[in-house]
């Protein structure tokens, strides 16, 4: 290690030896010289003079070498000592030494800040992805994170931007198209965004792998806003559809349909936004994952104890629990189909093959410890909405079954990221309503013909803070 000191002033022992030897030659010169004129009538004046003009000539010599050749080049010099000083600032600083990382700090030391999802389509050019950093800069924003995506005229690149607050988004859209910048769309982003993309495919893949209804709400964060319907390949009436697709599926614009592994297809709409080779070859790869893991679903199981003290489990259902949903169907009334189905009765039994099927939502099982099952719970994907339904065996209601039921379908819509839930009942189905209202959820009621459509709009924070602690009727004994 070498010390400050001599980093300063570095020891050259070959130049004082050539001058020790210079010295000495001197000495001897001058020696020389005293002799000569000594023996003259003005020697002693002729050797006050020299000696005068050496001092002289030995002090600027020394003033000469401190100045120039202890010094580092300006040229060079300067710049190394001055990007030194910067790194050890910003060492002390706490940030790194890059200038986009200094920038950031600046901003958000300096102001409020906003995160902002953009993206836009530039030229495929040397240049055009500079100048719209170029403009950024000059609006004091910070990229933050950076994808491309190909097309075959042009880029389209998006952006995970942190602004100052108070630039608006007409503005930033303004500037982009200045630096060359088309098709410019921005929305608001949050902290949930700041995950690149590698790391977000492989959690959406494990959310995929572990639960089939896991995939429309996957290709939902993965593409943004967009609308996802299911379409079967076969109705609930038995007839075919006519709805499919090729195995590599089809991309048009704001369209792409995947053929869905169950059967039917998958459409994915985004009016305001075409789509991307990219983005097609992502869905599709989770669609094929999907389809190779076959179904699935979680089977962890919640045991409840009634007030009466009877047990109950709560579990999700899929089709294997088809022939016991049919089982509860023969024992429930005429009365509790209707206001479950508002149909024809006999036709309660063809909607369970739909209601069973993890691609249209999730559902809830209750059965009791002899493994009959009493209740059902559906959460169902409706597009943009979601739809929640109940449906409690004659016996087994007001016993809170109900009401346990309905509060975790809405905790998954939570999970899964919804804004509202929505139950589609009778105006004198008391049950319903009664469950609906002890959510303690801002509700929307609307009347159509004797049909009661009750809208709760999720407060999502507050219910993840509570979780599923929920007042109910029922006590969870234990978690297998």
Same mark, same amino acid.
Request: proline fraction near 5%; charged fraction near 25%; hydrophobic fraction near 40%.
């Given at each position: 290690?070498?010390?400050?000191?001599?980093?300063?002033? #570095?020891?050259?022992?070959?130049?004082?030896?050539?001058?020790?030897?210079?010295?000495?030659?001197?000495?001897?010169?001058?020696?020389?010289?005293?002799?000569?004129?000594?023996?003259?009538?003005?020697?002693?004046?002729?050797?006050?003079?020299?000696?005068?003009?050496?001092?002289?000539?030995?002090?600027?010599?020394?003033?000469?070498?401190?100045?120039?050749?202890?010094?580092?080049?300006?040229?060079?010099?300067?710049?190394?000592?001055?990007?030194?000083?910067?790194?050890?600032?910003?060492?002390?600083?706490?940030? #790194?030494?890059?200038?986009?990382?200094?920038?950031?700090?600046?901003?958000?030391?300096?102001?409020?800040?906003?995160?902002?999802? $953009? &993206?836009?389509?530039?030229?495929?050019?040397?240049?055009?992805?500079?100048?719209?950093?170029?403009?950024?800069?000059?609006?004091?924003?910070?990229?933050?994170?950076?994808?491309?995506?190909?097309?075959?005229?042009?880029?389209?690149?998006?952006?995970?931007?942190?602004?100052?607050?108070?630039?608006?988004?007409?503005?930033?859209? &303004?500037?982009?198209?200045?630096?060359?910048?088309?098709?410019?769309?921005?929305?608001?982003?949050?902290?949930?965004?700041?995950?690149?993309?590698?790391?977000?495919?492989?959690?959406?893949?494990?959310?995929?792998?572990?639960?089939?209804?896991?995939?429309?709400?996957?290709?939902?964060?993965?593409?943004?806003?967009?609308?996802?319907?299911?379409?079967?390949?076969?109705?609930?009436?038995?007839?075919?559809?006519?709805?499919?697709?090729?195995?590599?599926?089809?991309?048009?614009?704001?369209? $792409?349909?995947?053929?869905?592994?169950?059967?039917?297809?998958?459409?994915?709409?985004?009016?305001?936004?075409?789509?991307?080779?990219?983005?097609?070859?992502?869905?599709?790869?989770?669609?094929?994952?999907?389809?190779?893991?076959?179904?699935?679903?979680?089977?962890?199981?919640?045991?409840?104890?009634?007030?009466?003290?009877?047990?109950?489990?709560?579990? &999700?259902?899929?089709?294997?629990?088809?022939?016991?949903?049919?089982?509860?169907?023969?024992?429930?009334?005429?009365?509790?189909?209707?206001?479950?189905?508002?149909?024809?009765?006999?036709?309660?039994? &063809?909607?369970?093959?739909?209601?069973?099927?993890?691609?249209?939502?999730?559902?809830?099982?209750?059965?009791?410890?002899?493994?009959?099952?009493?209740?059902?719970?559906?959460?169902?994907?409706?597009?943009?909405?979601?739809?929640?339904?109940?449906?409690?065996?004659?016996?087994?209601?007001?016993?809170?079954?109900?009401?346990?039921?309905?509060?975790?379908?809405?905790?998954?819509?939570?999970?899964?990221?919804?804004?509202?839930?929505?139950?589609?009942?009778?105006?004198?189905?008391?049950?319903?309503?009664?469950?609906?209202?002890?959510?303690?959820?801002?509700?929307?009621?609307?009347?159509?013909?004797?049909?009661?459509?009750?809208?709760?709009?999720?407060?999502?924070?507050?219910?993840?803070?509570?979780?599923?602690?929920? #007042?109910?009727?029922?006590?969870?004994?234990?978690?297998?």
């Amino acid at each position: 290690m070498t010390s400050a000191k001599s980093a300063r002033r #570095p020891h050259h022992w070959r130049r004082d030896l050539i001058e020790l030897a210079a010295l000495f030659t001197a000495v001897a010169v001058a020696d020389a010289i005293a002799n000569l004129i000594g023996h003259q009538p003005d020697g002693p004046y002729l050797l006050v003079a020299s000696a005068v003009a050496l001092v002289a000539t030995a002090a600027f010599h020394t003033w000469w070498a401190r100045r120039h050749s202890h010094a580092p080049p300006s040229g060079e010099g300067g710049s190394a000592q001055g990007g030194a000083d910067m790194a050890v600032r910003g060492t002390r600083d706490g940030a #790194p030494g890059g200038a986009g990382d200094s920038g950031a700090g600046g901003i958000a030391g300096a102001e409020e800040t906003t995160l902002w999802r $953009m &993206r836009t389509t530039v030229r495929d050019a040397p240049g055009s992805l500079a100048a719209l950093c170029v403009a950024l800069a000059g609006l004091r924003v910070d990229i933050l994170t950076l994808g491309t995506h190909p097309l075959a005229r042009g880029t389209v690149d998006e952006f995970l931007l942190r602004a100052p607050a108070s630039l608006q988004a007409r503005d930033l859209s &303004r500037e982009i198209a200045a630096a060359g910048g088309v098709s410019t769309w921005i929305e608001r982003a949050d902290a949930h965004d700041l995950v690149d993309i590698p790391t977000r495919m492989l959690s959406l893949a494990t959310r995929t792998a572990l639960d089939a209804a896991e995939l429309p709400l996957a290709l939902r964060q993965l593409l943004g806003r967009c609308t996802i319907h299911s379409l079967p390949a076969v109705s609930v009436t038995g007839r075919p559809t006519g709805e499919s697709a090729p195995v590599e599926g089809v991309l048009e614009e704001t369209v $792409m349909r995947l053929r869905d592994p169950s059967g039917g297809v998958i459409s994915v709409e985004r009016p305001y936004l075409p789509f991307t080779p990219t983005e097609f070859a992502r869905a599709r790869a989770l669609v094929e994952l999907d389809a190779r893991l076959g179904p699935r679903v979680p089977r962890s199981e919640d045991v409840l104890t009634l007030p009466e003290g009877n047990e109950i489990t709560v579990r &999700r259902a899929d089709h294997g629990d088809l022939a016991a949903a049919r089982a509860m169907h023969d024992r429930c009334s005429q009365r509790t189909l209707g206001l479950r189905y508002h149909g024809p009765v006999a036709d309660a039994d &063809r909607y369970l093959d739909h209601l069973l099927s993890p691609r249209f939502g999730r559902t809830l099982a209750v059965q009791t410890a002899s493994g009959k099952l009493v209740a059902l719970g559906h959460l169902l994907w409706d597009g943009d909405e979601t739809e929640v339904a109940l449906l409690v065996e004659d016996d087994w209601q007001r016993r809170g079954i109900g009401s346990e039921l309905l509060g975790r379908l809405v905790a998954l819509a939570v999970e899964a990221g919804c804004d509202s839930v929505y139950a589609v009942t009778q105006s004198h189905n008391t049950g319903m309503v009664a469950a609906m209202r002890a959510l303690e959820l801002p509700l929307d009621y609307q009347i159509e013909e004797g049909t009661l459509v009750i809208t709760a709009r999720l407060t999502t924070d507050r219910l993840r803070t509570e979780g599923s602690a929920r #007042p109910s009727a029922p006590t969870e004994g234990a978690r297998r």
